[in-house]
Protein backbone atom coordinates (compact mmCIF):
# COMPACT_ATOMS: atom_id res chain seq x y z
CA UNK A 1 0.00 0.00 0.00
CA UNK A 2 0.99 3.42 -0.72
CA UNK A 3 0.27 6.23 1.37
CA UNK A 4 1.17 9.94 1.07
CA UNK A 5 3.41 11.48 3.60
CA UNK A 6 1.93 14.53 6.06
CA UNK A 7 3.27 16.61 8.04
CA UNK A 8 2.68 15.08 11.67
CA UNK A 9 2.86 18.36 13.64
CA UNK A 10 -0.20 19.46 15.46
CA UNK A 11 -2.38 21.93 13.19
CA UNK A 12 -0.20 20.94 10.06
CA UNK A 13 -1.35 18.55 7.49
CA UNK A 14 0.99 19.95 5.07
CA UNK A 15 2.23 17.36 2.22
CA UNK A 16 4.94 19.37 0.64
CA UNK A 17 8.62 19.17 1.50
CA UNK A 18 11.99 19.81 0.89
CA UNK A 19 13.92 16.83 0.73
CA UNK A 20 17.83 16.57 1.31
CA UNK A 21 19.70 13.38 1.16
CA UNK A 22 22.33 13.16 4.20
CA UNK A 23 24.31 9.56 3.81
CA UNK A 24 21.85 6.82 4.49
CA UNK A 25 18.93 9.13 5.24
CA UNK A 26 16.85 11.63 3.55
CA UNK A 27 15.76 14.44 5.72
CA UNK A 28 12.35 16.08 4.61
CA UNK A 29 11.26 19.63 5.31
CA UNK A 30 7.91 20.50 5.73
CA UNK A 31 7.35 23.35 3.34
CA UNK A 32 4.37 25.03 5.51
CA UNK A 33 6.13 24.55 9.09
CA UNK A 34 9.74 23.40 8.83
CA UNK A 35 9.18 20.02 10.69
CA UNK A 36 11.62 17.91 9.66
CA UNK A 37 11.60 14.29 9.49
CA UNK A 38 14.39 11.74 8.89
CA UNK A 39 13.89 8.60 6.61
CA UNK A 40 16.22 5.85 6.07
CA UNK A 41 17.23 5.21 2.93
CA UNK A 42 20.08 2.50 3.99
CA UNK A 43 18.56 0.07 0.96
CA UNK A 44 19.00 2.36 -1.60
CA UNK A 45 21.58 2.05 -4.44
CA UNK A 46 20.91 5.82 -4.98
CA UNK A 47 20.74 9.33 -3.39
CA UNK A 48 18.02 11.60 -3.91
CA UNK A 49 19.00 15.28 -4.99
CA UNK A 50 17.42 18.31 -3.73
CA UNK A 51 15.60 18.99 -7.23
CA UNK A 52 13.51 17.62 -9.74
CA UNK A 53 14.99 15.92 -12.57
CA UNK A 54 13.00 17.59 -15.07
CA UNK A 55 12.19 20.51 -13.83
CA UNK A 56 14.18 23.30 -10.85
CA UNK A 57 11.71 22.92 -8.45
CA UNK A 58 12.96 21.48 -5.04
CA UNK A 59 9.28 21.26 -3.34
CA UNK A 60 7.96 17.36 -3.39
CA UNK A 61 5.09 15.27 -2.50
CA UNK A 62 6.38 12.17 -0.43
CA UNK A 63 4.91 8.70 -0.84
CA UNK A 64 5.92 5.68 1.30
CA UNK A 65 5.29 2.37 -0.01
CA UNK A 66 4.21 0.43 3.26
CA UNK A 67 5.25 -3.09 2.06
CA UNK A 68 8.95 -2.47 1.05
CA UNK A 69 9.21 0.63 2.88
CA UNK A 70 10.43 2.67 0.06
CA UNK A 71 9.52 6.53 -0.56
CA UNK A 72 8.66 8.05 -3.53
CA UNK A 73 8.91 11.80 -4.27
CA UNK A 74 7.30 13.22 -7.33
CA UNK A 75 8.04 17.06 -7.93
CA UNK A 76 4.82 19.48 -7.10
CA UNK A 77 4.92 20.99 -10.24
CA UNK A 78 5.41 18.78 -12.81
CA UNK A 79 5.28 14.88 -11.10
CA UNK A 80 8.84 14.15 -11.94
CA UNK A 81 11.29 12.45 -9.41
CA UNK A 82 14.01 14.01 -8.08
CA UNK A 83 17.33 14.20 -9.55
CA UNK A 84 19.68 10.38 -8.12
CA UNK A 85 22.66 9.88 -8.31
CA UNK A 86 24.55 6.81 -7.71
CA UNK A 87 26.74 5.70 -5.53
CA UNK A 88 28.90 2.45 -6.68
CA UNK A 89 30.47 -0.32 -4.39
CA UNK A 90 33.52 2.39 -4.03
CA UNK A 91 31.72 4.84 -3.03
CA UNK A 92 31.63 6.87 -5.97
CA UNK A 93 29.08 9.38 -7.17
CA UNK A 94 28.00 9.03 -10.83
CA UNK A 95 24.51 10.66 -12.23
CA UNK A 96 21.85 7.75 -12.37
CA UNK A 97 21.82 7.95 -16.02
CA UNK A 98 25.58 6.90 -16.23
CA UNK A 99 24.57 4.44 -14.31
CA UNK A 100 21.84 3.24 -17.04
CA UNK A 101 23.90 3.31 -19.25
CA UNK A 102 26.41 1.74 -17.73
CA UNK A 103 23.69 -1.28 -16.99
CA UNK A 104 22.86 -1.52 -20.44
CA UNK A 105 26.15 -1.89 -22.04
CA UNK A 106 26.90 -4.89 -19.74
CA UNK A 107 23.45 -5.91 -20.78
CA UNK A 108 24.70 -5.42 -24.71
CA UNK A 109 27.91 -7.02 -24.04
CA UNK A 110 26.43 -10.01 -22.86
CA UNK A 111 24.03 -10.64 -25.56
CA UNK A 112 26.74 -9.85 -27.98
CA UNK A 113 28.11 -12.86 -26.34
CA UNK A 114 25.49 -14.92 -26.57
CA UNK A 115 24.90 -14.10 -30.33
CA UNK A 116 28.70 -15.03 -30.60
CA UNK A 117 28.00 -18.77 -29.12
CA UNK A 118 25.18 -19.09 -31.39
CA UNK A 119 27.04 -18.45 -34.71
CA UNK A 120 29.64 -20.54 -33.17
CA UNK A 121 26.98 -23.71 -32.84
CA UNK A 122 25.47 -22.51 -35.94
CA UNK A 123 28.46 -22.90 -37.62
CA UNK A 124 28.97 -26.51 -35.61
CA UNK A 125 25.75 -27.26 -37.79
CA UNK A 126 26.85 -26.44 -41.21
CA UNK A 127 29.85 -28.25 -41.14
CA UNK A 128 28.04 -31.40 -39.49
CA UNK A 129 25.59 -30.82 -42.03
CA UNK A 130 28.96 -30.70 -44.99
CA UNK A 131 29.72 -34.03 -43.08
CA UNK A 132 26.87 -35.70 -43.45
CA UNK A 133 26.29 -34.93 -47.30
CA UNK A 134 29.89 -36.08 -47.61
CA UNK A 135 29.32 -39.52 -46.15
CA UNK A 136 26.02 -39.52 -47.88
CA UNK A 137 28.13 -39.35 -51.35
CA UNK A 138 30.17 -41.35 -50.23
CA UNK A 139 28.27 -44.18 -50.06
CA UNK A 140 26.14 -43.45 -53.20
CA UNK A 141 29.27 -43.83 -54.85
CA UNK A 142 29.74 -47.03 -53.06
CA UNK A 143 26.46 -48.69 -53.65
CA UNK A 144 26.64 -47.69 -57.33
CA UNK A 145 30.19 -49.57 -57.81
ZN1 LIG B 1 4.21 20.89 8.68
ZN1 LIG C 1 9.57 19.13 -11.74
Redesign the pocket.
Known sequence: MIRTVVCEKDGCSGNEFYINGQDDKLKLRCKDCESIYYYDTNNYDFKMLSS?S??N?NVFKVFKDLDSNNLYAK?T??G?PPEKVFVDSDGIQVTYEAKLLHDIKDLMHQVDQRVCNLEIKVEGLERGQELLEESLAYINKYMCE
Open positions: CSCNCKCN
